[in-house]
């Protein structure tokens, strides 16, 4: 890029560009995931200061971890339709702009954890983006149709340091939780690659639904939703939760379910294009993340 094109990058459309690296709106779906455990851990009202800082930090490193993956796939970027408008894409940022970018937040969100919250968040924070920049984008990404499934982890690890935040310690609850999002990632994901399976072909991306067809893929996605509405169950009977998390996981399980059956029995139909409907179920596991974690934080006073 000459120093010419670089003048004509005006200063407001740079600033949306930095915070477009961090994928905010996918940090929002992290930060669902950890404010509510920090009200189980308390089992009420935790520190509002401690939930502040713990979001800009969590923020800052899993931005990093996303200003870091463009910058490794900005190859792939470039000829993908639904990643063809990101910074470095368009030269709104340079490389090497977002490579120091994104080493920059993940050193200051570090930082922030281990001196305002508790050198165990700080750690499970720097182990999350380096798993998703490392593990998941430069390894597994590009080899193995397993790549969401493994490197899916990073986007557990946020229950993890919701609930460290608030004890400097380990339960069985945010394990509960971190295993209801490991198997609510394929699931949540495949849905959205059926969709977009030729954008990964054309980029040798080997997503599921890329090299396996639609039956095989909806056979899997129903598989790990069997499991991740049992495992959600679990929190329940080990005490940590009553009735008001019990009502909202068995029902919006019970929907997931049947949303991710028909999805199966129209992939056995043959059903192909827009009657796939994929796209429901992709939506619905946002909402039902959501409702889940929502019953997490009010479970506590309604016990």
């Known amino acids: 890029m000459t120093s010419s094109s670089r003048g004509r990058r005006p200063f407001g459309a740079r600033v949306k560009a930095f915070v477009a690296l961090t994928k905010p709106r996918?940090?929002?779906?992290l930060l669902i995931t950890t404010v509510p455990v920090m009200f189980l851990a308390q089992q009420g009202v935790p520190d509002l200061k401690l939930v502040l800082?713990?979001?800009i930090g969590g923020y800052l490193s899993a931005g990093g971890a996303n200003a870091l993956n463009m910058w490794y796939d900005r190859d792939i970027d470039a000829l993908m339709e639904r990643t063809s408008q990101r910074p470095l894409v368009t030269g709104m940022v340079s490389p090497t702009e977002c490579l120091v970018?994104?080493?920059?937040?993940a050193v200051v969100s570090t930082l922030l954890f281990g001196f305002a919250v508790n050198w165990l968040s700080a750690w499970l924070s720097l182990g999350a983006l380096l798993f998703y920049v490392v593990v998941y984008t430069m390894i597994l990404k590009r080899r193995t149709s397993q790549n969401i499934v493994w490197g899916g982890i990073a986007g557990c690890?946020?229950?993890l340091i919701g609930w460290s935040s608030v004890t400097d310690s380990m339960s069985w609850a945010p394990v509960i939780l971190f295993?209801?999002?490991f198997f609510w990632t394929p699931p949540h994901y495949w849905p959205l690659s059926m969709k977009v399976k030729d954008d990964y072909a054309r980029v040798g991306v080997p997503m599921l639904p890329v090299i396996a067809s639609n039956k095989v893929?909806?056979?899997q996605i129903v598989l790990y939703s069997w499991v991740m509405v049992g495992v959600s169950l679990l929190l329940t009977p080990l005490g940590y939760t009553g009735w008001f998390y019990t009502a909202v996981a068995l029902l919006a399980g019970g929907f997931w379910l049947w949303e991710a059956h028909g999805l199966q029995n129209r992939a056995r139909a043959e059903v192909t294009g827009a009657k796939l409907k994929e796209m429901r179920l992709f939506h619905w596991s946002i909402t039902y993340v959501s409702l889940l974690f929502v019953a997490v934080a009010v479970d506590p006073f309604l016990r």
């Open 26 to 29: 996918i940090i929002e779906l």
């Open 53 to 55: 800082i713990t979001c």
């Open 101 to 105: 970018f994104g080493i920059s937040l």
């Open 157 to 159: 690890l946020p229950v």
């Open 179 to 181: 295993l209801v999002m």
């Open 217 to 219: 893929v909806a056979r």
